[in-house]
């Protein structure tokens, strides 16, 4: 498995108007009709996906391992959130990213990111049992 070579500044950007569905309430991670945080670090992973998407050769994927949530301001429903991933470092086959949420000018939340490269079919292989 050839791996891509990312260099540290690649960068992302996703956009999420929070609903009803992406509440703490209805995340059953609170009782607050705010965004909730599991669906914080959802939206900072799915921009990191977004960082390597165009040079992830196929047969290459990411997974995350690790990540740590500082989920700093709430976000009504109604809001529009824009999550920037930036890889801050990639040490051999794992990655790691900044990520910065925002609600306009406002902070929402600062989230790092760790994501290991792998083949993707062996990585489902050994999940089903058949490696």
Not at 5 to 11: D, P, R, V, W
Not at 33 to 55: D, I, K, M, N, S
Not at 57 to 78: I, K, N, Q, S, Y
């Amino acid at each position: 498995m050839e791996l891509p070579e990312f260099t540290a500044g690649l960068s992302a950007r996703v956009e999420l108007t929070v609903t009803d569905a992406d509440t703490a309430q209805s995340l059953g991670s609170g009782d607050v009709p705010v965004l909730g945080t599991p669906r914080v670090l959802a939206l900072a992973e799915a921009a990191t996906v977004a960082a390597t998407a165009r040079q992830m050769p196929g047969g290459v994927t990411t997974v995350g391992t690790r990540a740590e949530v500082e989920h700093r301001a709430p976000t009504p429903v109604g809001r529009h959130v824009t999550a920037l991933a930036t890889l801050a470092k990639v040490d051999g086959r794992t990655l790691h990213f900044d990520v910065v949420l925002r609600d306009g000018e406002e902070l929402v939340a600062e989230v790092r990111v760790e994501r290991v490269m792998l083949d993707r079919q062996r990585f489902i292989a050994k999940a089903l049992g058949e490696a």
